[in-house]
T-cell receptor, first 112, second 109 residues
Framework: GENVEQHPSTLSVQEGDSAVIKCTYSDSASNYFPWYKQELGKRPQLIIDIRSNVGEKKDQRIAVTLNKTAKHFSLHITETQPEDSAVYFCAASYFGNEKLTFGTGTRLTIIP | DGGITQSPKYLFRKEGQNVTLSCEQNLNHDAMYWYRQDPGQGLRLIYYSQIVNDFQKGDIAEGYSVSREKKESFPLTVTSAQKNPTAFYLC????????FGPGTRLLVL
């Protein structure tokens, strides 16, 4: 089955700097890659996703890049703000398999 | 996200007791999921259902049971066989994307 590895497990960034979280996946058939943000005590919220027919997707300060050849995808957050502090999870799945495989999470802390 | 409701928000279980967590959705999604999250940890899949009257075990199904009699509902029962049930339980549904419900915190008395 699919295996998703996520790095780093913790990340501290100065406010205003950029943060990058990386995930690798094992199943070359995977073609859907969402990212979730989970604030303390809350549910995971979808923040951005990408499908394998595109290499990059942006939404304001958040972007995701996908390298299908290397089987990795990354979340980029620019101009970080204190409210970006949370745990971020990546995930992967392929069409026809309704089960997402999640990474282990990255705890992002923005230092004021 | 507003289309998925979970109840109760907090649940207390006595030893040897079975308890049932409710998950209801009005998103008309076929697929529904139950995850367990321990403090500071990731998401582990308990059970999932892709269609009414059908469900599959996830990675940690032992001590849990589910039913899917209606498209809108996917209740999870934590049985007495689950010896360490204290966790945050998240229900999710999936259409084009997957959304999570607000969660139920289960505590053992």
């Amino acid at each position: 089955g699919e295996n998703v590895e996520q790095h780093p497990s913790t990340l501290s960034v100065q406010e205003g700097d950029s943060a990058v979280i990386k995930c690798t996946y094992s199943d070359s058939a995977s073609n859907y890659f969402p990212w979730y943000k989970q604030e303390l005590g809350k549910r995971p919220q979808l923040i951005i996703d990408i499908r394998s027919n595109v290499g990059e997707k942006k939404d304001q300060r958040i972007a995701v890049t996908l390298n299908k050849t290397a089987k990795h995808f990354s979340l980029h957050i620019t101009e970080t703000q204190p409210e970006d502090s949370a745990v971020y999870f990546c995930a992967a799945s392929y069409f026809g398999n309704e089960k997402l495989t999640f990474g282990t999470g990255t705890r992002l802390t923005i230092i004021p | 996200d507003g289309g998925i409701t979970q109840s109760p928000k907090y649940l207390f279980r006595k030893e040897g007791q079975n308890v049932t967590l409710s998950c209801e959705q009005n998103l008309n999604h076929d697929a529904m999921y139950w995850y367990r999250q321990d403090p500071g940890q990731g998401l582990r899949l308990i059970y999932y259902s892709q269609i009414v009257n059908d469900f599959q075990k996830g990675d940690i199904a032992e001590g849990y049971s589910v039913s899917r009699e209606k498209k809108e509902s996917f209740p999870l029962t934590v049985t007495s066989a689950q010896k360490n049930p204290t966790a945050f339980y998240l229900c999710a549904t999936r259409g084009e994307t997957q959304y999570f419900g607000p969660g139920t915190r289960l505590l053992v008395l």
